[in-house]
Structures are given as structure tokens and as C-alpha cells.
């Protein structure tokens, strides 16, 4: 994913089973902090696709 100026983007989908026995991709971004080199959480859901 491009630079946002904040820093650079990163995107992982994981298949994740839960107590239930359901399973949903989840889809998890982050930002790797120009200022401090550190990563960030930036948003987490299930992905509906």
C-alpha cells in the first residue's frame, strides 16, 4: 500500500475460527510511523467479501 504521508500502510487478512466453530476473514491494517519507526493499529474488521 502507497506511502500516506504519515507513514507506510500494511494490510493482513486472517482466516480467524471463534469459540463458535465460525469462521470470518478479518482484514487488519496498520501505519509504520515516519516519526517515531513504529507501528500502529489502524483499523480492524471482518471482511465481508
Avoid at 20 to 26: D, E, H, M, P, T
Amino acid at each position: 500500500m502507497p506511502d500516506t504521508g504519515y507513514g507506510r500502510r500494511f494490510k493482513v487478512t486472517l482466516d480467524l475460527m471463534g469459540e463458535n466453530g465460525k469462521r470470518a476473514k478479518v482484514l487488519i491494517t496498520w501505519l509504520l510511523d515516519k516519526k517515531t519507526n513504529e507501528f500502529r493499529l489502524t483499523s480492524i474488521y471482518v471482511d465481508k467479501k
